[in-house]
C-alpha cells in the first residue's frame, strides 16, 4: 500500500471505534441507542422493552418488576434494553418496528422468540427462556445427568 492510503485509511479507524457502543457487561438495563442487535449476538438474549414516552404506565411497571429481579435475568444472560423515544428510533427500534408499548424477547441467535404487548413478570419472563433450545443446551452443558 501506498503510504498516503495507509495514512487516510488510520485517519478514519478512530472513526469505527465511535460507530458502536461497546456491550455493556451485567444485566443492564441500558438506553438503546448506540447498540445494535448484532453486538449481543451468541453473547446475551436481549430484552427489549418499548414505549412511546417514559410516562407510559405499561413501561413504568415493566422495569419496576425488571429492577427487582435483575439477579434472576443475569443468571439467563439477560441485557435488558429499553427505548422510549420513537421520534428519535435508534437501531433496534428500525429493527424490530414496535407499535405503543412491546416487550421483545430475543434468543442468543438473534432470533425473535416473543413479542408481548403488555408487562410481564420476570418468573414468567425467565420461564419463557428456559424452554428457548439454545438455553436449554446450556443447562444440559452445565449438567449433563439431567439428561
Do not use: C, Y
Not at 444472560?77 to 429499553?82: N, R
Not at 438473534?110 to 446450556?138: C, H, N, S, T, Y
Amino acid at each position: 500500500m501506498k503510504p498516503l492510503q495507509i495514512l487516510a485509511l488510520a485517519a478514519f479507524l478512530p472513526l469505527s471505534a465511535l460507530a458502536e457502543t461497546p456491550a455493556p457487561e451485567g444485566p443492564g438495563p441500558v438506553e438503546a441507542h448506540g447498540f445494535t442487535l448484532a453486538q449481543f449476538l451468541w453473547a446475551k438474549r436481549p430484552v427489549v422493552v418499548f414505549a412511546d414516552t417514559e410516562a407510559d404506565p405499561n413501561f413504568i411497571r415493566q422495569m419496576e418488576m425488571i429492577a427487582a429481579r435483575l439477579d434472576f435475568l443475569d443468571e439467563r444472560d439477560v441485557i435488558v434494553i429499553f427505548d422510549t423515544s420513537p421520534d428519535d428510533p435508534s437501531e433496534i427500534r428500525r429493527t424490530l418496528h414496535p407499535r405503543g408499548f412491546s416487550l421483545v424477547i430475543l434468543d442468543k441467535d438473534g432470533q425473535v422468540k416473543l413479542r408481548k404487548p403488555l408487562p410481564w413478570d420476570v418468573r414468567e419472563i425467565g420461564r419463557a427462556i428456559d424452554k428457548f433450545p439454545l438455553r436449554r443446551d446450556e443447562l444440559l452443558e452445565r449438567n449433563p445427568a439431567g439428561r
